[in-house]
Each structure stands twice: as structure tokens, then as C-alpha cells.
């Protein structure tokens, strides 16, 4: 069976739900483990994923490319699954054009904290407690706003439509900017009404 990315021209609503944190009582969580990182393992576009874009909606997310220095690496893959994170901290100001594999050609500019502190489980159920900065905090960030059925474009501070090759070339002139490294992140440009 082959694993389709569900996208806002057919999944819309489906897109816009809240994911369920994962119960480890629960064995069914470990197929959704194996779908997830089957999926991301082998596709090549992707840098990030959380579970909903695959029709799985738990708090699942992976992460295969958080290295701005490795983005276009083929063989470059992180694969790291958090389950069930949650963002305790947020701090900074980043500024990224974002693309999202579930969003099609629409590509944002869009705010993000330069430092996250977040919590999650691992496959064995143990606690991990990081802080990720600068491009990884973006990742994280994008990906824990699909688990709350928000998408990037909602956040956008401006957007475009634009195909992968020329996204890539727009972001070699537009690079991830860093607006500051610390102080409170404060939300601005987010249209919340789904």
C-alpha cells in the first residue's frame, strides 16, 4: 500500500484537527511508528513530518533534516521520532520561507523562535527534555503546529506560490534569517480561524 500525503486541495479538514496524544497502553502506535518512518526514510523531499499529514492523527513527529548544511544531502537522515513533545519554552525571532509536503505550492515567510525547549518520549517510552536553536527550533516548530491541525501558511507574514525549483533558488537569495537570539517569542501574522 502506497502511503499518500494528505493535502489541503483533498484533506483540508482532516488537516485541521488536533492530533491525540499517543497511548503507550496501546500497541497500535507502533504500526504508526513503522508508517511514519518507512515514509520518511525513503522519500527524499522531506524534511520533517508529523504523523497527521500521513492520515495517522497522533502526536507523532520525525525529524529527518534539521541541518540547514544538509538539506540537499540525498543521504543526510537524522531519523529521530518524538512522541507526544510538547514546546515548554520559546525565545527569538527567526524568519524562514517555509514549504510543507501537505500545502502544496504554497510557500510562507513566516516568525518562529530561534530557541525552543521541549519535551518528549522516545519509542521506549523514556522522557528526553532538549533545547534546539536556530534551524531546528524552526523545524520542530512547524511540525508541532500540524499536531494542533495549524498549518504555515496561517502563520504567514507573506505567500507566495511557487513549484520546489523555484523555491530552492528563492531561498539561496532569501536565506533563514536570524532576527534576534533571545527575549520572549511573541505570536504575530497567525490567522487562527480555520
Known amino acids: 500500500m502506497e502511503i499518500q500525503v494528505k493535502t489541503i486541495e483533498k484533506d483540508l479538514e482532516y488537516l485541521r484537527q488536533v492530533s491525540k496524544p499517543v497511548d503507550f497502553q496501546d500497541d497500535s502506535y507502533k504500526e504508526a511508528l513503522k508508517v511514519l518512518d518507512e515514509f520518511c526514510?525513503?522519500?527524499?523531499?522531506?524534511?520533517?513530518?508529523?504523523?497527521?499529514?500521513?492520515?495517522?492523527?497522533?502526536?507523532?513527529?520525525?525529524?529527518?533534516?534539521?541541518?540547514?548544511?544538509?538539506?540537499?544531502?540525498e543521504d543526510y537522515n537524522e531519523s529521530k521520532i518524538l512522541i507526544n513533545p510538547v514546546i515548554k519554552k520559546r525565545e527569538g525571532l527567526t524568519r524562514y520561507w517555509e514549504a510543507c509536503a501537505s500545502c502544496m505550492d504554497n510557500f510562507a515567510l513566516v516568525e518562529r523562535p530561534y530557541k525552543i525547549e521541549i519535551e518528549y518520549q522516545d519509542e521506549n517510552q523514556k522522557k528526553h527534555h532538549e533545547i534546539l536553536e536556530g534551524f531546528p527550533a524552526t523545524v520542530v516548530s512547524h511540525e508541532m503546529d500540524h499536531l494542533d491541525g495549524i498549518l504555515h501558511?496561517?502563520?504567514?507574514?507573506?505567500?507566495?506560490?511557487?513549484?520546489?525549483?523555484?523555491?530552492?533558488?528563492?531561498?539561496?537569495?532569501?536565506?533563514?534569517?536570524?532576527?534576534?537570539?533571545d527575549g520572549e517569542f511573541k505570536e504575530k501574522g497567525q490567522n487562527l480561524d480555520h
Do not use: F
Open 41 to 73: 526514510e525513503t522519500s527524499e523531499n522531506c524534511m520533517a513530518m508529523a504523523s497527521v499529514q500521513l492520515g495517522i492523527p497522533l502526536r507523532l513527529v520525525y525529524l529527518k533534516k534539521t541541518d540547514l548544511n544538509h538539506l540537499d544531502d
Open 153 to 181: 501558511m496561517d502563520k504567514a507574514i507573506q505567500l507566495l506560490h511557487m513549484e520546489a525549483e523555484e523555491r530552492k533558488k528563492y531561498r539561496e537569495e532569501h536565506p533563514y534569517e536570524i532576527i534576534r537570539k
